[in-house]
């Protein structure tokens, strides 16, 4: 595999085109806000700049690899000549539908076609296509290219040599493939999002205020960020649409999304994209405060 092809510009979009780039891959980052795509390479180059900054890059090594990205807005010519497919767009089943139809019509027939999903099924997504034994999941943590760890989901019809390409793939990345298969939230965040709803529903009982909740999990639990900034960092849409897909797929009310969570989400309030969540990011990321309405 050569050249990659990367839909969607946004947080993990440019994140995975970075981390492909970065290891010698030529890739098409695809997005049809032309907009979107320039702040994509701005984000790219100012986390770029960062590694050198740390040592880890070299400034030849950063004009390499945004010499290795090519920013498109339109979709057939992006994946044409792609051996693999990423696609990064909002967790919204009926928009990944409509794209992985048009990538089975436009890609090559031999090119793989992953999804970066948090917890659609891969199996309905390649139930799209003419190809279910080459569409799998490739979920990537945020952020991309700091993050070891792919969770790659098979679904009902992957085939065993996708898997094995895609796993082999990740390796070379430099990161630590995980397979696991396709049910709802696969295996991170069907663990990860009933703990983050359960600590909502701990602020909501008024059990704890959020500080304290962090500061619980931090220390007690060694975790290196607290459950409510971590759902802040996510996006709480991302966390109640993923927990909306854990309640309709398993039919259990234990991943009944917390009412707290889906009044912020009513209200705007998302997180740190938003600039209020359960924090204050109105003074940047670094001197986030609780938010008011928790105080």
Do not use: W
Not at 21 to 28: D, K, M, S
Not at 149 to 159: D, F, K, N, Q
Not at 190 to 207: C, D, K, Q, S, W
Not at 213 to 222: C, F, H, P, R, W
């Amino acid at each position: 595999m050569k050249n990659i092809t990367v839909i969607g510009s946004g947080t993990m979009g440019n994140g995975i085109a970075h981390t492909f780039a970065q290891f010698g891959y030529q890739v098409n980052l695809v997005d049809i806000n032309i907009d979107a795509l320039g702040r994509a390479i701005a984000t790219i180059t100012k986390n770029l700049e960062r590694q050198i900054t740390k040592g880890t890059l070299t400034e030849e090594e950063k004009n390499t690899t945004l010499a290795n990205i090519t920013t498109i807005t339109d979709l057939q010519a992006g994946v044409e000549n792609a051996d693999l497919i990423v696609e990064a767009a909002t967790e919204n089943i009926e928009l990944k539908l409509k794209i992985f139809k048009d990538l089975d019509q436009f890609a090559k027939p031999e090119a793989i076609l992953a999804s970066n999903t948090s917890s659609i099924s891969i199996t309905q997504i390649a139930s799209v296509t003419n190809r279910g034994d080459k569409v799998i999941g490739m979920h990537f943590m945020n952020p991309v290219p700091v993050m070891k760890l792919v969770e790659v989901i098979r679904g009902y019809a992957t085939s065993d040599e996708t898997t094995h390409q895609v796993m082999e793939l990740s390796k070379k990345l430099d990161k630590t493939p995980v397979e696991v298969n396709d049910y709802p939230g696969f295996v991170a965040n069907r663990i990860l999002m009933p703990m983050i709803n359960e600590a909502i529903y701990t602020l909501f009982e008024g059990v704890a205020g959020v500080n304290e909740i962090d500061t619980v999990m931090k220390l007690g639990m060694a975790h290196p960020m607290g459950p409510l900034q971590l759902a802040d960092f996510i996006g709480l849409d991302v966390c109640l649409a993923i927990l909306n897909v854990l309640h309709q797929g398993f039919g259990n009310p234990k991943y009944a999304p917390c009412p707290l969570l889906v009044n912020m989400v009513m209200a705007g309030k998302k997180g740190v994209k938003s600039g209020e969540g359960f924090y204050d990011y109105s003074n940047g990321v670094k001197e986030a405060k609780v938010a008011t309405k928790f105080n």
